[in-house]
């Protein structure tokens, strides 16, 4: 058992929803407890989808276990082929259904509907969301896609993109588009509006484009296999990785690598003078970790800030996660429990935050801004205007996307000239979030600061600010005020020092600086 208020991921069978909804001409049905209807609310509420998901769920109440629910889902099954109509059926349980193993593959087998009826294994208490996307997409497209010849002109298959995909929607027309420009057509986008027709002509493209490795990485490497269809391995987040991966596409399909990149605006906005304040803002990124992988590169190498720690709650991909930690020289975080993150936020203290729904409540609480950059997401990142991480445009939505949250460098010069100032005074934080004010104010209150700097002391000796070295702290603006502090107190243990001087402030501030 596992104390969990918030969780990043739901169950593997929201993932296969996910798979059956972004598709037309499947329908899902889920051996599935009275109530399971709710996660028709992420696609309806949150996706704003205008249709109910292509899901029946045989909804068994407590009075149902004592007879035969194996027979409701039978009749769920026939009920749902004779009003649908699909051309393929998925069939699975959710978490409390597994636990009475009614088998929902061996009872579809023994029905012999006529079109293929997929069962899915998805093993609620080991597994999440994502590999239940990744887990559906692959035994659809195992169970429907055949080899066949290739078409005449060059194309690939848009692999990944799911219902309640971050800017799924609007990533598939920037790759279309990346792919357009070098004469390469699109053959199939799967599972996003596919159907099963369409799966069992995926093998008629020269390649995959694989957008999401979370959601597709299973299918593509059986469809190398099998198919013998290569797929792509860079994802086009960020202007860097987007020419990386316009080069990769021109290698593995022989043409040449055209780039149209009028439209991109992203490397001059952040060359320009106004970007200059960037340089150097400590971020912290956390979230998928296709998503982190890609903006940790556009955070260092296309913003200038400097990445001060990254993970991701997928475990699936721990290890390219480390990996990418260590190139960063920092340390990966790999962990679903947003109570560890909170704490290496605060750790870490950084000016700004690069993560999911979740980090953006840590973020306020502790009053550090965020931009969010992955799933799990809330209704406001499925915007009705056009928005993708992909491609040129997707480097301009980035770009504005991590400058928003982030105080104005007049606002930040105003905040650490005028702190006394009625308006200006640093407690009132940045203008635009009206969280951090009060974070900020209960920190500044010098009883509350003395008792965190004693917290925070490791047993051996105790931490104290004297109150010059205090006010001298608090001329540090209230972004980097916490890394100041934090380094400060690790110099002063580190030689010994118990009593925090404005000398001990300086000499701190000096050797950080070496
Ligand atoms: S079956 Fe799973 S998703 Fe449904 S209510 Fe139980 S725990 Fe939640």
Redesign the pocket.
Known sequence: MKLTVWTYE??P?VGAMRVATAMKGLHYVLH??Q??TY?DLLFTMIERRNHRPPVSYTTFQARDLGEDTANLFKTALHDAFDRFKPQAMIVGS????ELIQDDPEGMAATMDLGIPVIPLELP?YQRKENFGSDETFYQIVKAIARPMERTAHVSANLIGPVGLGFRHRDDITEVTALLEEMGIAVNVVAPMGATPADIARMGAAHFNVLMYPEHAETAARWMEKNLGQPFTKTVPIGVGATRDFIAEVARIAGVEPKADDARLRMPWYSQSVDSTYLTGKRVFLFGDATHVKAMARVARDEMGFEVVGLGCYNREFARDIRKLASEFGVEALISDDYLEVEKAIEDLAPEMILGTQMERHIGKRLGIPCAVISAPVHVQDFPARYSPQMGWEGANVIFDTLVHPLVMGLEEHLLHMFREDFEFHDEAGASHHGGAAKARAVEAEPETDQEAAAGAAPAEGEIVWLSAAEKELKKIPFFVRGKAKRNTEKFALEKGVHEISVETLYEAKAHYAR
Do not use: F, L
Request: proline content about 15%; hydrophobic content about 25%; aromatic content about 0%.
């Open positions: 739901g169950p069978h599935a407890p109530g399971d996660a959710s978490c409390t259904a609620s």
